[in-house]
Nanobody, 115 residues
Framework: QVTLEESGGGLVQPGGSLRVSCTAS????????RAWYRQAPGKQREFVAS???????TYADFAKGRFTISRGDVKNRVDLQMTNLKPADTAVYSC?????????WGRGTQVTVSS
């Protein structure tokens, strides 16, 4: 069993930056993929970015050039650095952890971009 905890969300002005983190605990396998998704009110959840233990990275088109996914300084932590944020980026950001056939989700953290 793997437990995920997101942190770092909050309120930021348009054009600002924010970093959200996802830390896994429990029986974390040495090989996994960690991904960020987001869901805005009234919209479907959408993929943001992912990173594997082999450092294979994928971004959604809207995230390219503005968002950076990376491994945090803390073991089993993955960060999503977001820059030049727009009101359209307002959403609950959740992380997904997949290892083998197992899939785990965190509860999410709210990111609000507003002046």
């Amino acid at each position: 069993q793997v437990t995920l905890e997101e942190s770092g969300g909050g309120l930021v002005q348009p054009g600002g930056s924010l970093r959200v983190s996802c830390t896994a605990s429990g029986n974390v396998d040495s090989t996994y993929v960690r991904a960020w998704y987001r869901q805005a009110p009234g919209k479907q959840r959408e993929f943001v970015a992912s990173i594997s233990t082999g450092n294979s990275i994928t971004y959604a088109d809207f995230a390219k050039g503005r968002f950076t996914i990376s491994r945090g300084d803390v073991k089993n932590r993955v960060d999503l650095q977001m820059t030049n944020l727009k009101p359209a980026d307002t959403a609950v950001y959740s992380c997904e952890h997949s290892e083998g056939s197992a899939l785990f989700w965190g509860r999410g953290t709210q990111v609000t971009v507003s002046s």
